[in-house]
C-alpha cells in the first residue's frame, strides 16, 4: 500500500462525535423532567422574529485554526516548527504546544477532541523511544490540559471535569487522542481571534539504549472537532499542524504537508470550435 493511502485510511479513526457526547453526558448533572403542559406552553409561545442570515453567516469553525509549536504557543518569539534534542540527557523533557484560535466568537464551547500523529519518516520505523504506553496507561510523555501562567495563551477549558488522553502505536506511527468536555449548563465562553491552549505536552529526551534514539520523525495535528452544542461539532484541520524532531529543514514532514495540501488549480479544459 501506498504510504498517502496508508496515511489516508488511519486518519479516519478518532474520537468522534458519540464519544464526545458520552463524555459531555458523564459532565452534565441530571436535569428534573419538565411537566407536559409547560413543555406545551413554551412550544406554543410566539418567539421574537428573527432574520435568516444564514447565507450570510460564515459557518462556524470555518475560520479556525489549530497550531502545533515547540517551546512557547504559536506566535511566541520562542515558538519553532523544527527541534533537534540530542540523546542520552534523560533529564530533559521538551515541550510542545497544542493551542487553537476559534476564529469566531461563542457564547459556549462545551467540548473538543483532537488527534496527533508521530509519524517515522519515509522508510523507516518508529524508535522504541516513542512508545509512550498503551491507552491512558502512559509511560514518560506527560499531558498537561488546560495549563494556565503560558504567556500569549489561556487555557481553552479551565477547570473541565472530563479531560482525557489515549495512545497507540505501530511500527510506523503513534496516535495521541484528547478529548476535553464540560457541562452545557456550564459553557466555556471563547474569543474570536484569540489564542487558547488546549494543552501541552511534555515530550522526554531519550536514552543511548533505544535504538535509533535520534531518527527523525513528523508530528502532525491532524485532526480537530469543537463541540458548540449537540448539533453543532465543525472539524478544524487548518493552521500550523506539522513539527519535526531531529529532522534538518523539517524534511520528515515534506510527503505529509504534500498530502494534506490542495492540489494546484488548473484552468478547465477549452472546448474546440466548430
Known amino acids: 500500500m501506498a504510504r498517502s493511502a496508508g496515511i489516508r485510511s488511519v486518519r479516519t479513526t478518532c474520537f468522534g462525535s458519540a464519544v464526545l457526547w458520552a ?4 459532565a452534565t448533572p441530571a436535569r428534573a423532567a419538565e411537566p407536559a403542559a409547560d413543555r406545551a406552553a413554551v412550544a406554543a409561545a410566539p418567539g421574537p422574529a428573527t432574520t435568516d442570515t444564514s447565507a450570510r453567516e ?13 517551546h512557547a504557543p504559536y506566535g511566541q518569539r520562542s515558538a519553532t516548527d523544527q527541534l533537534t534534542a540530542a540523546c542520552g540527557d534523560t533529564t530533559r523533557t521538551d515541550t510542545l504546544y497544542m493551542c487553537l484560535d476559534p476564529g469566531k466568537g461563542a457564547d459556549q464551547l ?6 496527533v500523529y508521530f509519524w517515522a519518516a519515509s522508510g523507516e520505523t518508529l524508535g522504541t523511544h516513542w512508545s509512550f504506553g498503551d491507552g491512558q ?37 503513534g496516535k495521541l487522542m484528547l478529548i476535553v468536555a464540560v457541562p452545557e449548563s456550564q459553557p466555556q465562553p471563547v474569543r474570536g481571534g484569540t489564542i487558547y491552549t488546549l494543552a501541552r505536552l511534555l515530550v522526554p529526551r531519550p536514552a543511548f539504549r533505544y535504538p535509533g534514539c535520534d531518527r527523525g520523525i513528523c ?3 491532524a485532526l480537530c472537532s469543537i463541540a458548540y452544542d449537540a448539533t453543532d461539532e465543525p472539524q478544524v484541520n487548518r493552521g500550523q499542524r506539522f513539527v519535526t ?16 495540501a490542495p492540489l494546484p488549480w488548473k484552468p478547465p479544459p477549452t472546448q474546440p470550435r466548430h
Open 245 to 260: 524532531w531531529n529532522s534538518p529543514n523539517g524534511k520528515a514532514c515534506a510527503p505529509l504537508r504534500a498530502f494534506a
Open 137 to 173: 496507561n502512559f509511560k514518560r510523555l506527560k499531558v498537561q490540559f488546560n495549563p494556565d501562567s503560558v504567556p500569549g495563551a489561556g487555557p481553552l477549558c479551565p477547570g473541565a471535569p472530563v479531560a482525557r488522553a489515549s495512545y497507540s502505536r505501530t511500527p510506523a506511527s
Open 58 to 70: 460564515e459557518p462556524r469553525g470555518a475560520s479556525a485554526r489549530i497550531d502545533l509549536t515547540w
Open 219 to 221: 508530528i502532525e495535528w
Open 110 to 115: 462545551v467540548g473538543l477532541t483532537a488527534t
Open 23 to 26: 463524555a459531555l453526558a458523564l
